[in-house]
C-alpha cells in the first residue's frame, strides 16, 4: 500500500483538542459568574450567548471545509460575547463590593435597590427580594430577606463560618472560595479569556479558509469534483428567456436528509442557501423530489407511482416518480443515488444514467444535470452487510458516466474516502511486481502443473486448463507478459484474467494464436455471452515469443500486442477489484518475463472516524451509523465539491440575467471569429453573421479575454433549444461542437 506524505494542516488535531479545553474552561466559568452577572446587570441572558458559541465552535472545530456560515456564527457569537462584556463593565467592581466590602451597602431611604440584590441596616445584611424604595429593611419575607445577622458584638453570635472562627470583634473574614464563588480575580480576567479564545478562533477561521480539503486536495492536483467548461448552457438559455431558476434535488435517503435533527444540517439545504445569498434578481424554485430507500431504477420505471410506491406531501395518485419532476420543469437537477444500487453491476448503473440522461434529453424543457457519486455505508457488518466493494463500483460507474459525458459531478464518494480511509481514488502511486515476483507463495492455482527457472513459467508436459493467480488485488494499472504457443486455435488460448473476483466476475483477454495472420485477440466479460470487442488479423504465431500488454486506466483498457496498441477500449463493466491470473483452458503455452505496475489510490492517515461522519447507530442525533451521514459528515462530504461547483453556476445565473444590459443585442453580418471579448449578447438572425453556428435567433456567451490566449463561445439557440461550443486557441477556432 502506497503511503502518501501528509500535507499539514493549518490547524492541528493538538491544537482543536486545545480549543476544546479552552471552551470548556470559559464555559465553565461563565455557569459559575452567571448568576452574579445576572444580578448586576438587570438579568442580561448569556445562556443563548454561551450556546452560540458551543455551536459556533464545534462547527468550526470540526469542520474542514471553507464554510462562510460557520464563520459567520463564530463571528455573531464573539460579538454577542463582546457586547455583553461591554455592558458589564461595572460588574467587577460590584463583585468587588459584595465579596469584600458587604458593609459599605448602607441603607440609604432615597435609593432604590433591585431585585435581587443586597442591602445592609444596622450591621445585618440582607437581599432584596423585589424593588423597594423608602422601605427600612427588616426580615419581613416581602421586601427583604435576612440574609446573615452581626457577629458577637449583635444579635447574631456564630462560632464558626465554614471553618473561619471570629476575629476579637466577632467578625468572620471569608473569601469568595468560602461560599463557592468565582474567585474575583477569574472575573477580572474573563476579558483577556475571551481575547485568548478569540485568537483559538482565528486559528479556526485559518482551518476553514485553508483546510485540508481545499489545501490538501490542492496538493494532490485536483478537488473532488469535476466540472466541464460547457456546463449548465440549458440553464443559462432558460434563466436567460424567462428569469425564473428551478433547482430540484433527486435521490435517495441521503440526499432527502433522512437521520438529521434539522434539514439545515443537509447538502441540499446548503446548496439552496448559498445559491440564494449570492444570487440576485432572478426568482429562485427549489424542490427535493428525493425519496428513501429508492435507486436510479426506480426513479425510471415508470410503474413507481406515488400512492402505490411512495407516499409524499408531493406525490400525485397513480403519478410516475419521473413526471413529477418532469412537470415541475427544472433547469438543474442535482442527483445523488447509488448506496441503494449495490445491487446492479457497474455496467448496469452506468446504463441506468444513460437512460436517465436519454429522458431528461426528451422532456420538453431540458435541464442540466449534477451528479453525486455515492458514499459506501458502515464497514461494521454485523451492524449492515453490504458489499464495500460493490457499493464502490456503483460509484466508480457514476463518476466515469459524469466524465464521459461531461456532466458536472460532486465527488461526495472520494472525499468520503480521503475522510475515512485516508484513500485518495484521484491519485495513484505505482509499484513494480517483476519476474514472477513471490512465486509460488503469493500465488495460487495448479502450481504442481508448472516449473518457473529464469523467469521462465514452463507447464509440465500435455498440462491443459490450468491457471496460476497472483494474491494481489488490481484495479488500475499495467500487465506485461509473454507467450509461446505449441498449439492454435481458439481452444488452445492464451487467458488472461484481469480484475477477477469470485463474486463479481472478471474480465478476461484471449490471446488466440494461428499461422500467418489468422492469429486475433478478444476480450470478454463474465456473464457476457460474446466478447466485448475484438481485434483480428493479427499475426500471433507458434513457435515464438509474443508480447502481451493490458493497461487499465479506469474504465478504459488498452491491450498492445509485440509492443504495438491493437485495441483501445472503453466499458464500465467490471469495475471491482480483483486478482490477476494467466492459464489456458486447452494447452497451456510457455510463459515468461510476467510483469506488473499496479497503481494504487495514495493512502495516507484517515482524517475522522466512521463515526464522526455517519453518527452512531441508536444514539439521538445526526446520521444513523449506517448509511445516513451525520451533520459533520454533510459538511465535510459534500459542501467542499458544491462550494466549487457555485464558483461557475452563481456567475453563470448572472450572466443569464444580464445579457440584455452586456453585451446587448448583436449586430447583424458580424463575423464570430472577431469576437473575443467576455461577454453575452442577444443575437437575432445568426444566418446574417459568419463563422456562427448558423441557427436564427440566441444567446451568445463569450469567456475568457484573449490575452489569455484562450477564449470560449458559447451559443444556445432559443427556437431549436440546441447548445454550441467552439474554442479560440490563441491561432485558429475550433469547429462548432452540438450539444445537447
Not at 492 to 509: H, K, P, Q, V
Request: hydrophobic residues 35%; charged residues 15%; contains cysteine.
Amino acid at each position: 500500500m502506497a503511503e502518501l506524505y501528509r500535507v499539514d494542516s493549518p490547524i492541528t488535531r493538538e491544537q482543536r483538542n486545545n480549543l476544546n479545553l479552552t471552551f470548556e474552561d470559559i464555559q465553565r466559568r461563565f455557569n459559575n459568574v452567571r448568576f452574579q452577572i445576572s444580578i448586576l446587570t438587570g438579568g442580561s441572558d448569556l445562556d443563548q450567548i454561551v450556546q452560540d458559541l458551543e455551536n459556533a465552535v464545534n462547527a468550526a472545530n470540526n469542520s474542514t471545509s471553507n464554510n462562510n456560515q460557520a464563520l459567520a456564527d463564530i463571528s455573531s457569537a464573539l460579538s454577542q460575547l463582546e457586547t455583553a462584556l461591554t455592558n458589564n463593565t461595572n460588574a467587577v467592581d460590584a463583585l468587588n463590593a459584595i465579596t469584600n466590602n458587604i458593609d459599605s451597602f448602607d441603607y440609604d431611604p432615597g435609593r432604590t435597590y433591585k431585585s435581587p440584590s443586597f442591602v445592609s441596616y444596622q450591621g445585618q445584611t440582607y437581599i432584596v427580594l423585589r424593588d423597594v424604595t423608602g422601605v427600612v429593611p427588616s426580615d419581613d419575607k416581602v421586601n427583604y430577606r435576612l440574609a446573615a445577622r452581626r457577629g458577637v458584638d449583635g444579635t447574631g453570635s456564630v462560632a464558626s463560618v465554614n471553618g473561619n472562627s471570629p476575629d476579637l470583634n466577632g467578625n468572620v473574614s471569608i473569601t469568595n472560595q468560602d461560599i463557592g464563588s468565582t474567585p474575583l480575580t477569574d472575573f477580572q480576567n474573563l476579558n483577556t479569556r475571551v481575547n485568548d479564545f478569540s485568537q483559538n478562533l482565528v486559528e479556526v477561521e485559518d482551518m476553514l479558509e485553508n483546510n485540508f480539503v481545499a489545501s490538501d486536495l490542492t496538493d494532490y492536483g485536483k478537488d473532488s469534483y469535476f466540472l466541464p467548461n460547457d456546463s449548465f448552457l440549458n440553464l443559462i438559455r432558460n434563466v436567460s428567456n424567462n428569469g425564473i431558476l428551478k433547482i430540484a434535488f433527486l435521490g435517495d435517503s441521503i440526499t432527502q436528509g433522512a437521520d438529521q435533527i434539522s434539514y439545515y444540517d443537509t447538502f441540499a439545504s446548503y446548496m439552496e442557501r448559498e445559491i440564494r445569498k449570492y444570487t440576485k434578481d432572478v426568482s429562485l424554485e427549489f424542490f427535493n423530489y428525493a425519496i428513501g430507500g429508492t435507486g436510479i431504477s426506480n426513479f425510471l420505471d415508470n410503474n413507481f407511482v406515488g400512492g402505490t410506491n411512495f407516499n409524499t406531501s408531493w406525490s400525485i395518485q397513480g403519478q410516475p416518480w419521473n413526471q413529477h419532476v418532469r412537470d415541475f420543469q427544472p433547469d438543474l437537477i442535482v442527483t445523488g443515488f447509488g448506496v441503494n444500487d449495490s445491487g446492479m453491476s457497474s455496467f448496469e448503473n452506468y446504463n441506468s444514467y444513460q437512460a436517465y440522461l436519454n429522458l431528461t434529453r426528451s422532456w420538453t424543457k431540458r435541464p442540466d444535470i449534477i451528479l453525486i457519486p455515492n458514499i459506501l455505508t458502515t464497514t461494521n457488518t454485523a451492524l449492515y452487510n453490504q458489499s464495500q466493494e460493490r457499493t464502490l463500483a456503483i460509484a466508480r460507474s457514476t463518476r466515469q458516466f459524469a466524465i464521459n459525458n461531461k456532466i458536472p459531478m460532486i465527488d461526495a464518494n472520494r472525499t468520503f474516502l480521503l475522510l475515512r480511509d485516508g484513500r485518495d481514488v484521484y491519485q495513484q502511486t505505482s509499484t513494480a511486481e517483476n519476474n514472477f515476483f513471490a512465486y509460488p507463495s503469493g500465488w495460487t492455482g495448479a502450481l504442481g502443473s508448472f516449473t518457473l527457472a529464469d523467469n521462465v513459467l514452463t507447464p509440465a508436459a500435455n498440462t491443459s486448463g490450468a491457471f496460476v493467480s497472483r494474491n494481489r488485488t488490481y484495479y488500475n494499472g499495467v500487465i506485461d507478459v509473454e507467450c509461446n504457443f505449441t498449439e492454435t486455435g481458439i481452444g488452445n488460448a492464451f487467458w488472461i484474467n484481469f480484475r477477477e473476483s469470485a463474486e463479481y466476475g472478471r474480465l478476461t483477454l484471449l490471446v488466440v494464436s494461428g499461422p500467418g495472420t489468422s492469429g486475433y485477440i478478444e476480450l470478454y466479460s463474465q456473464g457476457s455471452t460474446s466478447g466485448l470487442v475484438n481485434r483480428l488479423n493479427l499475426s500471433i504465431e507458434p513457435g515464438v515469443f509474443h508480447r502481451i500488454q493490458i493497461e487499465s486506466i479506469e474504465d478504459r483498457h488498452i491491450f498492445s500486442l509485440n509492443g504495438n496498441v491493437v485495441l483501445d477500449y472503453t466499458t464500465p463493466r467490471n469495475m471491482y477489484d480483483g486478482t490477476i491470473s494467466i492459464g489456458s483452458e486447452g494447452v497451456v503455452p510457455t510463459i515468461r518475463n510476467y510483469n506488473v505496475i499496479y497503481r494504487d489510490d495514495l493512502t495516507s492517515t484517515a482524517y475522522y472516524t466512521e463515526q464522526q461522519l455517519l453518527g452512531e447507530n441508536g444514539v439521538p442525533g445526526s446520521g444513523n451509523g449506517i448509511n445516513h451521514p451525520s451533520a459533520l459528515g454533510y459538511y465535510l462530504i459534500y459542501n467542499p465539491g458544491i462550494k466549487k461547483i457555485l464558483n461557475k453556476l452563481i456567475p453563470d445565473i448572472e450572466y443569464a440575467k444580464n445579457f440584455n444590459s452586456d453585451g446587448g443585442l448583436l449586430a447583424t453580418n458580424i463575423d464570430f471569429n472577431t469576437l473575443y471579448k467576455a461577454k453575452v449578447y442577444q443575437v437575432g438572425d445568426v444566418t446574417t453573421n459568419s463563422n456562427s453556428p448558423g441557427e436564427s435567433y440566441g444567446i451568445l456567451r463569450i469567456t475568457n479575454p484573449l490575452n489569455t490566449d484562450y477564449s470560449l463561445q458559447e451559443f444556445f439557440g432559443v427556437a431549436s433549444g440546441n447548445s454550441y461550443t467552439r474554442t479560440y486557441n490563441g491561432s485558429v477556432w475550433t469547429p462548432w461542437r452540438l450539444r445537447n
